[in-house]
């Protein structure tokens, strides 16, 4: 999860900042819910105290602010407001580079560069730690910086020809580099230059591993898995069956039975991207080798809630009869039939939910567990719910 952090103005006052932490306390002590919900949300000690709390001090306020504006403690983000404050400095100049690459500011960028040739390898002093390519990425940094500019190419380019080490890890998402951070983010899909991307990064070096695989999977990026699979000499089960490599699933097993260094938690995982992605093979070969299709996930899903909220009406056939359970809840409370007519209800690709919602409710899913009208015409008759007379 992302938590918006707060944009720091152009020239930014200290003395203000102080100013606001007094202020900060004054409102938590009379019990302002706009404050408490600061606290709650940024101060790593305070989440869940009461608004009445006679304890909060200066120092608590003074980190709530550091925290929300992206950094560690108040030292290190008084430290940055002075630093920017100053014109001309390495991070009022580190800090205008990135706004240019959120931007597509490529003059701006290069003459950057040009002044300070240094900056390639200076790091946020943010909590993140990244460099200026891992703001290519639009994943991981500041939020009013996660954007994917038309010309993210020619910004990709001129950091990499300007010496930016390509596989620098940083410290959002426990170490990533600019190549995860491109392939797990939604800005580059939508911005139409994701593979472009990382064709680029790869070219450049980049390493890819099976790992990077698993993240675009959880992560909801089906085509970049598919577009680094090709990349990596060896997938584990987990990422072979997201990616419906059949061919590299067979290989985890020796006859009928696993082999000793894959898992049955891969397998698992395996069969849940398999039937969030459509990979109808690798559900049949993994059922018949003994998944579970009752299993949940960290979020209570089963495979057949993953392929449900994807409309994905053959994979969930396959799961069906293999029986797996309908009236297993997720986190949220939604069973399977509950969690299609969600996704159904919010669906933003043009996905027409009506046939798998059939298909569970002609299995046996229990109808009462949905609301209804929905308001959807079709959706209510799938629902085989029909108004009072």
Known sequence: MITRVKILPLHPSLPQYRKQAKDLVKAWKS?????????RTFHPRRRGAAEEDGGFTLADAQLTIAREHGFESWPKFSKHVEAVAREGSPVSQFEMAADAIASGDAGSLERLLRENPGL???RSTRVHRGTLLHYVGANGVEDYRQKTPQNALAILKILLDAGAEVDAAAEMYGGDTALGLVATSIHPVLAGVQEELMKVLLEAGAAVDTGMVNACLANGRGKAAEFLAGRVAHLDLEAAAGVGRLDAVWAWFDGGELRTNATRGQMQAGLNWAAEYGRNGVIEFLLEKGADPSAQDKFGQTALHWAAIGGLLEAARILLKHQAPLEVKNVYGGTVLGQAV????????GIDYVPIVEALVAAGADVTAVTVPTGDPRMDEALRWKPAR
């Open 31 to 39: 019990g302002d819910s706009e404050a408490s919900e600061r606290v």
């Open 120 to 122: 390639i390898r200076a």
């Open 342 to 349: 969600w996704s159904a209800l919010h669906d933003r690709h």
